[in-house]
């Protein structure tokens, strides 16, 4: 168990480690366009000992936090309803559908000039980014549970309450689990493509920063710090599937 969950994903992070070092050393390019893994790390240590490091990355969970709470406080119930009711599916879902292959990228003109500059265009590209995903995901999930489940619920005369707290959640976590992590990580990767636009902090704007800067280590320490925070998001995200579950199994005894 320690060989596969330390010392195999350990070796791989050393491997790319020394072909980086390689890189640096043999391929010619200018240390200011590939910086080594020793300058990174100690461009790391200068901006985490600034500060500069923490209060963008804090900008950037900030956002993420707040369009993704908002995707999923709207997002599930309306995939509930959905997935319940074949007239609110004949009725919505065409649209969304229609809205959703739309990238979050391509609403930046119009976000910006309906929320100006500032964290509510980039918030609510973190909302479009995580909804559809959220409400689809969902909806599905509720089709795809057992029509016997609610023919128990009917025998039992359960109410629309129960119906949904005691046979639809339990069923549908581990899907929504799945979707969680996967809109988290949308959400992730759009936060740090609207930031290089429309706010000015944030790890995407460092990024971009530091790019018209010719500072490409602090570029470096940057793109590492999204892929760990990402990494986080993702384990956090698991966590949290585990407890719903657990928790829901007590509500529906």
Not at 43 to 52: D, H, M, P, T, V
Not at 208 to 236: P, T
Request: net charge positive; with cysteine; charged share 10%.
């Amino acid at each position: 168990m320690f060989r596969k969950e330390i010392l195999l994903p350990s070796l791989t992070f050393l491997c790319i480690l020394i072909i980086w070092e390689l890189i640096t050393r043999y391929s010619g390019w200018s240390h200011q366009v590939f910086p080594s893994p020793f300058a990174v790390l100690q461009s790391l240590q200068e901006l985490a000992g600034n500060g500069n490091l923490l209060k963008h990355s804090v900008a950037s969970l900030f956002r993420v936090s707040m369009g993704f709470a908002l995707a999923v406080i709207l997002g599930l119930p309306i995939g509930i309803v959905l997935g319940l009711s074949k007239t609110a599916k004949y009725l919505f879902n065409p649209l969304f559908q229609f809205l959703r292959p739309i990238s979050p990228l391509a609403w930046i003109p119009l976000a910006m000039l309906w929320f100006g500059i500032g964290d509510l265009p980039a918030v609510f590209l973190i909302f479009l980014s995580s909804f559809f995903p959220m409400v689809v995901s969902t909806s599905t999930a509720v089709e795809s549970i057992k029509p016997t489940f609610f023919q128990v619920a009917a025998n039992f005369n359960f109410s629309r309450y129960e119906t949904i707290t005691k046979i639809v959640m339990p069923a549908i976590i581990p899907e929504v689990t799945t979707a969680l992590r996967i809109t988290i990580t949308i959400a992730w990767l759009v936060v740090v493509a609207a930031e290089m636009i429309a706010v000015q902090s944030g790890l995407g704007y460092m990024i971009l920063d530091s790019r018209n800067a010719l500072r490409m280590d602090y570029v470096m320490v940057g793109m590492i710090v999204i892929g760990i925070i990402g990494l986080l998001l993702d384990l956090i995200m698991q966590l949290l599937g585990s407890i719903e579950s657990t928790a829901w199994g007590r509500l529906s005894k």
